[in-house]
């Protein structure tokens, strides 16, 4: 598998464009909690025949962020605690919307559908094609870039932010093996 750093440098590759980063790092969370909560319906639990309580946390939803962890923390410690604290933001709203009596499925599915066309239309402008395209890995890899985009844009010194030319900066000593 490659390293961190080389996947957020080919990942960032296809998003110099200012305004791409922008839709990404608006879009990216929203795609993400949205394809939470829609596979957050898919009641493993339930068909395992598990106890209420503890079925209704084990679900499509649940069972990706488990999966999903193991490839995140073979990049880096840091980066499964970043990605864990994403999850639990959107279990959070999964759980809210839920509790509000509104429906998880079309919020999940409007938010999901509107989030990739306004991607799409970030790579329009970029002129690139998404990295997904090239390797389905990169769909866990854009959490982590945009959060460290975002970090840096607020001025925070991050490990692995593009520079302001859009180069990528030296990776940091501490990655995960």
């Given at each position: 598998m490659r390293s961190l750093s080389q996947f957020l440098s080919?990942?960032?590759e296809s998003h110099q464009n200012p305004l791409n980063q922008w839709v990404h790092i608006v879009c990216v969370p929203a795609i993400l909690m949205s394809t939470l909560g829609l596979l957050w319906l898919i009641p493993i639990?339930?068909?395992l025949s598990l106890s209420?309580?503890?079925?209704?946390w084990v679900n499509g939803a649940t069972i990706l962020a488990v999966l999903s962890g193991l490839v995140y923390l073979r990049l880096a410690l840091w980066v499964f605690v970043?990605?864990?604290g994403w999850f639990a933001l959107s279990?959070?709203?999964?759980?809210?919307?839920?509790?509000?009596g509104w429906s998880l499925f079309w919020i999940s599915l409007a938010v999901w559908i509107a989030a990739w066309i306004v991607q799409v239309y970030g790579h329009k402008v970029e002129g690139k094609k998404p990295s997904f395209v090239e390797d389905l890995v990169f769909l866990l890899i854009g959490p982590i870039f945009v959060s460290i985009e975002f970090a840096a844009k607020l001025g925070?010194?991050?490990p692995h932010a593009?520079?302001?030319s859009g180069s990528q900066s030296q990776p940091h000593s501490h990655q995960g093996h």
């Open positions: 080919d990942y960032g639990g339930a068909w209420d309580g503890i079925a209704y970043l990605m864990t279990a959070w709203a999964i759980v809210a919307i839920q509790q509000a925070l010194p991050v593009q520079g302001a």
